[in-house]
C-alpha cells in the first residue's frame, strides 16, 4: 500500500504547507482559515476563504510522473490501496481507481454543510461566489458551506481512518511518499504496518518521524524516484 502527502503533488504546482514555499509559511493567515473554530466565528474568515479557494493552483493542475507510477503498480496487481493525506484527486485524476483511494482529509472538489450535513459539488458553489455571494449559504438550510476537507480542529471520519489503519496492517509493503510523518493518527499507520510484518519505505524530500524504523529512506525528487522504483 501507498501513504501519501503534499510532497507527491508539488510537482504539479500544488505548494505543501509548512515547506520554504509553503502556503501557510507564505501566508499565515489562510492557516487561521484553516481552523473550523475560525471559520465557524468569523464571517470575514469565510470570505476570505472562498476568495482563496477560487484562485487555488489544485484546480488547474494536473498528475505528474509520480501519480501515474502508482497507476502503473496498480495496473500490475501489486498495489491494495492508497490512502492520501492530500484533498486535490490528482490520484484518481491519474487513473488510479477510486476504490483504491482512502481521502483522510477528503477532498475539495466537494462542499459540506456545517449544519445539515449536505454534500455538493464545489463547481457549482464557486460559481455562486463568482457571481457575487462572499459567503454563499448552504441551499437546504441556510447553514455554513465549507470544503469537504478536514479542517485543523475539525474530527477525521471514524470510518476512513479505521479503513487507513487496516490496510496499513493487511500490507505486505508501506510506501510513503511526500509526507513527513507528523500529523496523527495517519502517521501511527507506519508502526502499525511495521509491527504487522511489512516492509516501509519512506520517499520523501525531508527526514521523516520514521525514517529510523524504515527497510529503505530514498530522498530526492519524488516525481522521479515513484517512476524509477515501479519500473522495476
Ligand atoms: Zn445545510
Known sequence: MVLTGAGISTDSGIPDFRGPNGVWTKNPEAEKAATIQHYLADPDVRVRAWQTRIASPAWAARPNPGHQALVELERRGKLHAIVTQNVDELHQRAGSSPQLVVEVHGTMFRTKCWDCGEEGAMEVVLERVRAGEADPACRSCGGILKSATISFGQSLVPEVIDRALTVAEEADLLLAVGTTLAVYPVANMVPRARFA?????????????????ADAVLRGQISEILPAITAG
Open 197 to 213: 510484518g511489512a516492509k516501509i519505505v519512506i520517499v520523501n524530500a525531508e527526514p521523516t518521524g520514521y525514517d529510523d524504523i
